[in-house]
């Protein structure tokens, strides 16, 4: 498993391959403070995730069950090879680990890649784009009381769309985007949250996701068959099944798996194969967006209108890249603000810093435009007080993506460690002396007390309802 | 330090006016897709037909990167077929896009913005959302030519 773990950059070993300048260079001048660790983008991640391999890989913070998964996955799997292989390639055909093997990578490979690919994640508007979408909402002439609409209708292949105001992110979400209240980000063609592979189902990663249930039940299905035949061989001439498993006890276990998982995977992966023929997403499906329910005429305005061209374009077209800058390096001078009012300070973007001095009108015009959106990368900027607005809950509809989901919630862990908007907790004690040893106790202070008060009530509002529904 | 001083006093004074913000167009979908409308703001600065023109460029080109033609589909089953760990080690042709559509808008940023007082941002910074237009005001101008 890829899964290596959480690294602090230490600031003798910064590596000097990196694309933007390290800004560590820039603490040599400043005498103001002591020198700082430089730090990476995703180490103030609003959102709720996890980040590993220094950024490279993302995975939700409640992992759900993927260790699960990948145990069941792998002994299912290991026991094939170790009791049912040998007996087969001896009896019947030595393709059998063959193609056992290659569907085993492949699951194991698209599992991985589904868990710790970005799904889609709409990076928050900055303060400025918020205050700009604010202020055409109030334009629209409301003068009383009442708090101005917030959805916006598009017209998109003839067909009304509502577009919702999402208060957490600051932004009118995009069509077919949802916020996934688990991960508390907006998610590109939200399809679900899945507990098995415990990450979002987004744009980015569907064809990873598609892929993964589809090699899956053909693996599931294919275990089941070999070791079907197995046991009906080592059962024949009069032995009996019960002599058959007792000669080869691993085959037992693979055969209760894969029979109580075989129906839901295959269940599983046929449901998803109609919704990539038609182009929809489950969160759609189940909310009944294009079916007609309320008595219009609506259809699906994102289909294709042939089953091929829409297979092809949801599993075949092009790879989006990832609207989150993880890896990249916050400016030194973020770390030692204290408070995201400090627009105007200039806080150097960390490709102009080193060419501010240097370059002429741009470089400046540069260096005063990107400061507002530097400064609301830090947790205490803007952002992180937008939950504080008792409209939070109902527009960011959690219930339609926890129903859209395909396993266990786990409700208890809604409660779970809110205080930091952070997400870097990995349990090593390295990491929390880290965390301990940042130098800006300001960060937390101010964000603390924002992001509990807030954390609980949405989240609890978020995880009611919760089923395990294998089946969609 | 004086000169880190005159400096941020610089930046400071080369404070954005304003910023308008060019939205996303969603008339055709969810591809990305700007629009087109000249914003009020933007009048007294640039003319509307060199301002449509850029933005125009703009949603070609993204036009072009999320095209669903034989390359993205031979893109598409080549990576199907080694389980996507293809991706891993090549660039994708919406990457390659993507840094064409850097390289147009800091291109357009020096000819055409810059000396009017603007600056555009790329869009993918702002999580291709919006294209963020920044008026510069006049006063940093001068300070900025000093």
Redesign the interface.
């Known amino acids: 498993m890829k899964n290596c773990e959480y690294q602090q950059i230490d600031p003798q070993a910064l590596p000097t391959p990196n694309p933007t300048p390290p800004p560590h260079q820039g603490h040599d ?1 400043d005498k103001r403070e002591e020198p700082r660790r430089p730090r990476r983008r995703w180490e103030v991640f609003p959102g709720k995730n996890r980040f590993y391999c220094d950024g490279r890989l993302i995975l939700a913070r409640q992992s759900g069950v993927l260790p699960l998964t990948l145990g069941l996955i792998l002994v299912t799997s290991g026991l094939f090879f170790i009791f049912d292989c040998p007996f087969l390639v001896k009896h019947l055909t030595s393709c059998i680990p063959v193609i056992g093997g290659v569907l085993f ?2 699951v194991v ?2 599992l991985l ?1 589904t868990s710790f690919t970005d799904p889609g994640i ?2 928050r ?2 303060p ?2 918020a205050a ?1 979408i604010e202020k055409q909402i109030d334009n629209t002439g409301n003068t009383s009381y009442r708090p101005p609409p917030r959805t916006k209708e ?4 003839q067909q009304v ?1 509502k ?1 919702k105001y999402c208060f957490t992110c600051k ?1 009118f979400r ?3 985007t949802s916020h996934c209240s688990l991960c508390d980000n907006c998610v ?2 939200f399809d679900h949250h899945c507990p098995w592979v415990g990450n979002c189902v987004g744009k980015r990663n569907y ?2 996701f598609y ?1 993964f249930i589809v090699s899956l039940s053909f693996l599931t299905a294919f275990i089941f068959g070999c070791v079907t035949t197995h046991l009906a061989l080592r059962a024949q001439g009069g032995k009996g099944l019960v002599f058959a498993l007792q000669e080869s006890p691993g085959s037992a276990v693979e055969l209760v798996i894969c029979f109580f998982s075989v129906w839901s995977i295959l269940g599983l992966s046929g449901f998803h194969t109609y919704l990539v023929a038609s182009n929809l997403t489950t969160n759609e499906d189940i909310k009944g967006s294009w079916s007609g329910k309320s008595g219009e005429d609506v259809t699906n ?2 289909s294709h209108r042939n089953i091929f ?1 829409n297979c ?2 949801v ?7 990832s ?3 993880r890896r990249g390096f916050l400016p030194a001078d973020e770390s030692a603000q204290t408070s995201g009012a400090d627009v ?3 806080a150097l973007a960390t490709k102009s810093e080193m060419h ?2 240097t370059q ?3 470089g ?7 400061s ?2 530097l400064s609301t990368s830090c947790p205490q900027g803007k952002p992180q007080t937008g939950p504080t607005c008792p409209d939070n809950s109902p527009a960011t509809d959690p219930s339609p993506e926890l129903s859209g989901s395909c396993g266990v919630r786990h409700a208890a862990s809604s409660t779970g460690d809110t205080s930091s908007p952070r997400h870097t907790k990995t349990g090593s004690r390295k990491s929390k002396q880290a965390a301990l040893h940042i130098p800006n106790p300001t960060f937390d202070v101010p964000v603390s007390p924002t992001s509990s008060n807030t954390g609980p009530s949405s989240k609890d509002r978020g995880h009611k309802g919760a089923s395990f529904t294998p089946l969609h | 330090m004086a000169e880190t001083h005159s400096l941020q006093d610089m930046r400071q004074q080369a404070a954005v006016a304003a910023k308008v913000f060019i939205q996303r167009d969603y008339a055709n979908g969810t591809v990305c897709q700007f629009q087109t409308k000249f914003p009020s703001e933007l009048e007294t600065r640039i003319d509307k037909q060199q301002f449509e023109e850029t933005v125009r460029t703009l949603n070609n080109l993204y036009a072009e990167a999320e095209k669903l033609g034989s390359q993205s589909y031979i893109e598409g089953c080549l990576a199907c077929l080694t389980a996507y760990t293809v991706f891993l080690c090549m660039e994708t042709h919406y990457e390659k896009v993507l840094k064409k559509i850097a390289k147009y808008i800091q291109e357009q940023n020096d000819k055409i913005y810059a000396p009017r007082g603007l600056l555009l941002t790329d869009p993918i910074e702002r999580g291709l959302r919006v294209v963020s237009c920044a008026l510069v005001s006049v006063a940093a101008k001068k300070y900025s030519l000093l």
């Open positions: 001048s990578v492949f490979t698209t890649q709409l990076p508007a900055t400025d784009e700009d598009v017209l998109i292949n769309v577009l932004m995009p069509p077919r590109e063609r064809r990873f892929t305005p994102y061209i092809c374009s599993l075949c077209g092009p790879m989006p890249p609207l989150i800058d105007e300070l200039p501010v001095c002429g009108t741009k400046l015009l540069e260096s005063a435009t990107l507002p959106l």
